[in-house]
């Protein structure tokens, strides 16, 4: 639940975005962020809800360790938390 | 070889790694007492320790622990049994999948539902507000658990407008206060503290000032990569060793002094810090979250009368007296210490909340080894 995980912003309506996740697009929630989130931006999600917009310089080294917890063995405890917080996220609208 | 078999020891920055533990030898022998004991409070930190094999590049001399990192892991068995009682009272009980198997006083949310009650697990509190809309007629409690980075999305969620058969049984709590706590319990031995990067993008750095003034313990934020814990331990050390009492940002990408003020702003719109136990460890000044006043008829506790007394005639399990998870949480024993670890306390049959949950120390050693000598390996 502390992990959370990062996610790129494919588009934003009001307070919600599609974001996408490693190729899974799901909607997250915008309404903690306190910065604000434009398509292509990287943001932290916990459980369904953005906490941070992830500074560009320093989107390279948050999605390494994501990489490479999700190439885990799969009853990994981190990759199962960060595939948690990935079905945190909604399925994006049809 | 029946042990879990370690995770090889590989860093991003493998040169960066080097210089870093070799740094930290210097500075705990520059410190010269044994052990320096260090706590972080964090399942997440502590998960990255053991899966990277973190312990096995640290210092003899130095013990990292970990305290009441394990939000799942410290909700007090009255709490589960509040939810349990919700169950068995007919009402809908949604909560985050860790804290099915945590035990109460005789059962679990995952024992009533094996009877039948209705308990559904979540990933988000949203998906629990479409449970409640999907049947209007029928009252529907999430049992709201978590730090910080959970706690803020629940008060989101009722912010935003929930509907009016949903109510929150939160379990909630507050990491700051339990820092205290640890550090002044009698035979303590932290030094300092790594604080949790996450829950720290939500409160800032300045949360711990008043702590470090107070306690003269310092604090350093700190990351989830193998080298971000490296380089923490690394500066925390440093101020042990000069008896600096600070707080450091070694997170400066997710971590800012003030945090994030529009996230805090909608916490203490919706709650406001109450004393409460923590299992195992103590009371907990200002260490639960609860619904204000004006979130009355949305809080569970006074919405509906929960009968706890109800699952006092049952006798608990007898094992559960010898579980020291209480010890483990505060940092005075590690699960070596536990006569029940891996043998009648496993993952698939836990004891104690500690081996329930994916953030809990006893669940995370089970899983990787606690404190493998990777040396000997690599």
Not at chain 1, 2 to 15: A, E, F, K, Q, T
Not at chain 2, 275 to 287: C, K, L, S, T
Not at chain 2, 314 to 324: D, E, I, R, S, Y
């Amino acid at each position: 639940m502390c992990l959370g995980v990062p996610g790129r912003v494919l588009s934003v309506d009001g307070l919600t975005a599609t974001v996408d996740f490693w190729g899974v697009q799901k909607r997250v929630m915008l309404h903690l962020v306190d910065e604000p989130v434009q398509p292509g931006d990287y943001v932290l999600n916990h459980v369904g809800y953005a906490i941070r917009k992830i500074p560009a310089a320093d989107i390279g080294a948050t999605l390494a360790l994501y990489d490479e917890l999700l190439a885990g063995n799969p009853g990994d405890l981190m990759r199962a938390d960060v595939e948690g917080e990935l079905g945190a996220a909604k399925e994006p609208a049809r | 070889m029946t042990a879990p078999s370690p995770h090889k020891l590989e860093f991003r920055d493998p040169l960066k790694a080097k210089k870093l533990t070799a740094r930290l030898d210097e500075l705990v022998a520059e410190v010269g007492r044994d052990p320096v004991s260090v706590m972080h409070v964090c399942g997440s930190h502590e998960q990255a320790i053991a899966r990277f094999g973190l312990r096995s590049a640290f210092p003899k001399a130095l013990d990292v622990v970990m305290g009441p990192g394990c939000p799942v892991c410290i909700t007090d068995v009255p709490e589960v049994d509040e939810a349990v009682a919700l169950a068995l009272q007919g009402v809908r009980v949604a909560t985050y999948g860790d804290m099915l198997r945590v035990p109460g006083t005789v059962k679990s949310l995952a024992d009533v539902r094996a009877d039948g009650a209705a308990v559904e697990i979540v990933y988000s509190i949203d998906q629990a507000l479409e449970l409640a809309r999907s049947e209007p007629s029928r009252e529907l409690v999430f049992f709201g658990t978590g730090f910080e980075t959970t706690a803020v999305a629940t008060a989101a969620a009722l912010l935003n407008g929930p509907p009016p058969n949903f109510s929150v049984l939160s379990a909630h709590k507050y990491i700051p206060p339990v820092m205290e706590i640890v550090t002044e319990m009698p035979g303590s031995r932290i030094e300092g503290f790594i604080a949790a990067g996450h829950a720290a993008t939500i409160t800032g750095s300045a949360v711990f000032e008043a702590f470090v003034r107070d306690h003269g313990v310092p604090v350093v934020v700190a990351g989830f990569e193998p080298l971000d814990i490296l380089a923490a331990l690394v500066r925390l050390v440093e101020l042990i060793r000069d008896g600096k009492r600070e707080v450091v940002n070694m997170f400066p990408r997710c971590v800012t002094r003030e945090g994030n003020r529009v996230a805090q702003e909608q916490l203490w719109k919706v709650f406001s810090p109450t004393g409460g136990r923590w299992r195992g460890i103590a009371h907990v000044p200002n260490g639960n979250l609860r619904l204000t006043d004006a979130w009355a008829s949305f809080d569970a506790r006074q919405r509906h009368r929960i009968d706890v007394s109800r699952l006092w005639d049952f006798a608990p399990p007898k094992l559960l007296g010898q579980c020291v998870c209480g010890e483990i949480m505060s940092g005075s024993k590690s699960p070596r210490d536990c006569a029940l670890f891996g043998k009648q306390c496993v993952p698939e049959n836990p004891v104690g909340a500690c081996m329930v949950s994916s953030e809990g120390t006893c669940r995370i050693w089970h899983q990787y080894g606690g404190h493998l000598d990777l040396r000997s390996v690599a």
